[in-house]
């Protein structure tokens, strides 16, 4: 049993039946989250007897590193293989010497919005609490981040959900996960250094408010249901109504805490005056605040970015009624880590390099390797 990903009432069972006493858990619990140990014999506090014992029957496992990339800007990606061989990505966004941490909730993504490369791949699987929090670690690991330090020294300063795949397709592990990371003897990030963003997953968002107590973003995207069904055909099973009164009930919803509606700028789509003027009154009466986002575009995309001084006019409309909305700039565009880009390039590359080698096979090994292939797939080893 991997050790990490087990909430603290979890992990005191699992001592409690090797005979242990229930403070020998906060002793484990600190030594992998406040300490980021990657071996049991690190567990200094712990007898040399459970800690063989611990280590002949538990693990505790991180995802690996298939890729560390570095953008020119200084944000860093990582291409993460779970013990099943799949693969999801994450970023870190640094900011003035801190800096976000974006993790994925699945392998792959349901939701076919038409903007994102991450959706054009099919989703293979939620990701369970240990991949989900083990996606921080490893950046803590990245960056020699251990032991946790306080809020004020630390350069990763907060999670955001918003990787590939959707979160409230994953709540429960996700909702594990929260809990996990924001454990004051642990990783000990304050929930309101975590935000998930959903693409509008209506009957889970008032759960998420309650259960989870984190920020919420929404890819909004569209102020109308024929635009937005278009570019998120999540929208056809939850239109704008349903969508809106979701987010005007979310729990503690306030000035203070305004919920985020990212919107993504497509050149002749979404970006016109109009959609501006119909945004402000689409969310009159929400506390919210817009995340405008320039278009990264990818190979084969169905649009374009809208230009620089339109997207500035449009921020300019809704600043006009009382809206803040900044520009997002791009991160990370040169290694692909920007929004809606995660995973597609190392998907691709593979894709090319196994192309690539059946080129110089014989009819035999190239009806042996795509067979291979196909098994691999289906096993999640490729």
Known sequence: MNLIGLTRSELTTVLSH????????RQVWHWIYFRGATDFDQMSTLSKDLRGRLAAEHTLGRPTVSREQTAQDGTRKWLL???DGKEAEAVH???DGRGAVCVSSQVGCTLTCRFCHTGTQMLVRNLDPAEV?????VARDSYGEWPTPTDETRRLSNVVLMGMGEPLFNVDNVAKAVSILSDGEGLALSRRRITLSTSGVVPMIERCGREMGINLAVSLHAA???????????NRKYPLDQLMAALRAYPGVSNARRITLEYVMLKGVNDSDADARALIRLVQGLPCKFNLIPFNPWPGAPYECTPMRQIERFADILANAGLTAPIRMPRGRDILAACGQLKSESERERLQGYRARLATMTAEERAAAEAEHGRAIGTGTL
Do not use: C, L, N, Y
């Open 81 to 83: 293989r779970f013990a």
């Open 18 to 25: 090797m005979g242990e006493k229930p403070f020998r858990a």
């Open 93 to 95: 966004i640094p900011e």
């Open 133 to 137: 929090v083990g996606q921080f670690m």
């Open 224 to 234: 109308t249901d024929e635009v937005r069904s278009e570019i998120m055909p999540i």
